[in-house]
């Protein structure tokens, strides 16, 4: 089993940053990947950027070149850096694990058996 607890969200105004962070806890895999989700109200939920184990990253096209995945692995710990937040940035952020991970990194939910309980990103305008 894997534990995940976020942390790092609340309000900002439109244009700010802010960063999320997940410390993870567990099992632990050779080759594994990690990811940010979203979902606001209303909406499903979207991937929004993944981590595999080999640093291979990959983004939602919503926020490329605004969000930067990365993580430290002596805390343990994945962090999404969100700069230039705009309001459809508002939703609760869920950050997710896969068990073993063979293939690149992955934008879809079902890949991801591990999840946290969230937290919330507010961006006013």
């Known amino acids: 089993q894997v534990q995940l607890v976020e942390s790092g969200g609340g309000s900002v105004q439109a244009g700010g940053s802010l960063r999320l962070s997940c410390a993870r806890s567990?099992?632990?895999?050779?080759?594994?990947?990690m990811g940010w989700f979203r979902q606001a109200p209303g909406r499903e939920r979207e991937g929004v950027a993944a981590l595999r184990s080999d640093g291979r990253t990959t983004y939602a096209d919503s926020v490329k070149g605004r969000f930067t995945i990365t993580k430290d692995n002596a805390k343990n710990t994945l962090y999404l850096q969100m700069n230039m937040l705009t309001p459809e940035d508002t939703a609760m952020y869920f950050c997710a694990a896969s068990g073993s991970w063979y293939g690149g990194p992955i934008l879809a939910a079902p890949a991801f058996p591990y999840w946290g309980q969230g937290t919330q990103v507010t961006v006013s305008s």
């Open positions: 567990g099992a632990t895999y050779s080759s594994d990947c």
